[in-house]
C-alpha cells in the first residue's frame, strides 16, 4: 500500500467502556479529520508481550470496537490500542490506560420482579448476568464475579409516601403486613464492597396489594 | 540577631469518630502573623523510610492551628506529628506532639438515630457518620429486655427497615456505632421506644 | 472506610482493603502511566496469582505483604506530594496488617509450600528483571491485581 506517512493526527480518547463485562474499545476521530478515516485495533494481556489484532476492526469507519470477546477473562488485564488512516496518512498508534475488567466494569441494577397478597409483597431480585460470548450458551451471573454481591431495595408506600428501605444478600423479600389495597413502588440497587461497586437504582416496579378478604 | 522563634506548643489531637484534628497553641509576635506548616510520619516512615516525614500540603503555612490529618492517618498504626511556625523570614524548630497517635483510639459516639413506626413496621432513621461505620442496633419489646434482636446496618440509606412489630405491642430500640477497622464500638444510644398501629403510634 | 478480615488458612487478618483500594484508586492512572513496559508483569505471569492453591494463600500474602514493604514502598518516592501521601497510607496500612499476620506466622500457622516458594521466586525474579525504580513502580501499579486476589 506504499509507504504511509504518520503524520495524522492521533485517535482521541481510547478507552474502554464496559457494562456488565461487555468490553468495548471507544474512541474519538482524529482532530479535524473529517470523512474517510479508517481505522485498526489492536490489544494486549498485560505482562504477555505480543499485540494481537483483531481482525474484524480493520479498517473501519466506526469508532468502536467490541472486544468483550478478547478481554473475558477478568483475572487478567489489558491495553488496546488504535490507528488511523486517511488518504495515504495515518496516525501513531494511540493506547488505553491499563484496564481491569473486574473493578472498571459498570453494573446494571437488578430486574425487579414483585408480585402481592393482601397484605404482603414478595420481591424477587435478578442480578445482570456477565456478558458471554455465546448467548444461546451457560450464562454466568454477576453473583458469581463478585460473591460479596448485595442488594439495596427501596419500598415506597405511594399512598403515605414514605420509602423504607433493606440492605439483603439473598434475592428475595417478602414484606408482610402492609395495608390492603395500597400501591408500593419497589426499586433495588447492587452494592459490591471489595472490589467498590455499585449499580444505579432499577426502575420503579409498582404493585398493588390486594382488597381485604376479611372486612366484609 | 532576631531572638529564636519558639516552636508551637501544647500539641494535641483531638480525634472523634475517626476524623482526627491535629491543634496547637498559637505563637504570639507583636504585630505580626504567624503561619504554621505540619508534617506527619507513620511507623512504615521510621522503619522503612529513613525517618522521613511527610508534609500535609493543606497544612502548610496555614494561619489556623487546627489542621484536620484525617486522610492521612488512615492506618492503625502509631503516627507521629509535628508542627513548626513561620513568622516573616524567620522560622521556628519544630514542635512534635508527645507520644503516638494511633487511630484506633478515636473516640466514638452513638449515632444520631430516630425510631419511627409506620404501621406495624419498625423503621429507624440513622445519622451518617461516614463509610468507616456501621451499626448495631437492638431492639425488644417493652419490658421483655430478656429477649432482644439485633440487627447490622452496614450501609446508612435514610429510613431502614429494621422488623414487623405485633398490632398494639410497645417496642424500644437503640444503637452504637461500629468500626470495623478498628474493631471497636460506641457506647449505646438513649433507647426510643414506641408503639406498633393497633393504637396511634406515640413515644412513650 | 471499612476492612476486610482475610481467611488464610487458620490465619484470619483484617486488612483495609477499600482504604487502601481508595487510595490506589486515586493514584493508579499516574503510577500505571509511569510504567512502559506492557510485556512484563511482576505479580501476574507467567503464573496468575489467581492460580495459586488456597493452602499457600497465607505463605504467599505473608511473604508479598513483605516484598511491597522490602521492595517496593520505599523505592516509590515521586515529586508529587499527593501521590506520596496517599503511598504512605497504603504502606502504613501493609505494615499494619503484616504485624497481624506475622503472629500467625510465628505460631506456625502460615507454612509455605514447594509451590509458594516457586511462585515468589517467580516474583521476585520479575522484580529483578527491571531496574529498582522501574520495578517498584511496575509493582506498585499492579496493587489492583493483589488485592483482586487477596480479596477472593
Known sequence: SGELSCSLPNPRNVHFESVNMKNVLRWSAPEGAGDGVLYRVKYSVYGVGRWIRKPECRNINTTWCDLSSETSDYEEQYYASVKAFLNGMCSDWTETTRFNPLTDTKIDPPTVSVSSTEKSISITLTAPEKWTRDPEGESVSLLHVYPGLQYNVSVLNRKTKKRWFFSISNNTLVVPWLEPETAYCVSAQIHVSTPLLHSGFSKEHC?????DQTTK | E????????NISVLSTNMKHFLTWSPVTVQGETARYSVEFQGEYEREYANDSWIPICECSLIASTVCNITEDISATVAY???????????????????GFFNPITTSLTPPLMKAIADGYHLLLELEDMGPAFQFCVLYWKKDQESTMWQKLVKKVSSVVHLDTMEGGADYCVKAQSYVEAINRSSSFSQTQCLRAQGDRSMWL | LGSKVLHLGHCRVSLSSPEIRAGFNAIKANIQARDPIRTLSILSHPHSLHKVKSSDRCCITHHLLDFYMDKVFRHCKTEDPFIDRRISSIANSFLSARRK???????????CGQESREKLTQVLANYAALNVTSAAIKSLGELDILLDWVEK
Do not use: F, I, Y
Not at chain 2, 80 to 98: F, I, P, Q
Not at chain 3, 101 to 111: G, I, R, S
Open chain 2, 2 to 9: 532576631d531572638a529564636l522563634l519558639p516552636a508551637p506548643q
Open chain 3, 101 to 111: 499476620l506475622e503472629q500467625c506466622h510465628l505460631q506456625n500457622q502460615c507454612a
Open chain 2, 80 to 98: 507521629n506529628l509535628r508542627v513548626r511556625a513561620d513568622v516573616g523570614a524567620r522560622r521556628s524548630e519544630w514542635g512534635t506532639l508527645k
Open chain 1, 207 to 211: 404493585v398493588a396489594t390486594l382488597k
